[in-house]
């Protein structure tokens, strides 16, 4: 039953900022850590950047000093804040997080569907 949610993807010029939300849903024992994923067109999926559970952040070079990832763990959602985009920015970004749901003992991975964003020059 666990499913994650992305929103805020759009079309945005270059140097524009857009903020992305990704909320869990589902019966969830413990969500340790979560991360934004990113797919550009012709490309593989590359990491942008994680959250600990413990709210430590790692980010991509490409995106360090434009990117900003937070977690409301009350609400069971994450965050990207994405600052002065740039056209190779554009992707499909997903949210990830390695959950234990409340049913059973297992930590796994989940993803969420995708939400484009668009970067035009």
């Known amino acids: 039953q666990v499913q994650l949610v992305e929103s805020g993807g759009g079309l945005v010029q270059a140097g524009g900022s857009l903020r992305l939300s990704c909320v869990v849903f589902?019966?969830?024992?413990?969500?340790?850590?979560m991360g934004w994923y990113r797919r550009a067109p012709g490309q593989q999926r590359e990491l942008v950047g994680t959250?600990?559970?413990?709210?430590?952040?790692t980010y991509a070079d490409s995106v360090t000093g434009r990117f900003s990832i937070s977690r409301d763990n009350t609400n069971n959602m994450v965050y990207l804040q994405m600052n002065n985009l740039k056209p190779e920015d554009t992707a499909v970004y997903y949210c990830?997080?390695?959950?234990?749901?409340?049913?059973?003992?297992?930590?796994?991975?989940?993803w969420g569907q995708g939400t484009q964003v668009t970067v035009s020059s």
């Open positions: 990830n997080a390695k959950i234990r749901p409340w049913i059973g003992d297992r930590w796994a991975d989940y």
């Open positions: 589902g019966s969830i024992f413990s969500i340790n850590d």
């Open positions: 959250i600990t559970s413990g709210r430590r952040t």
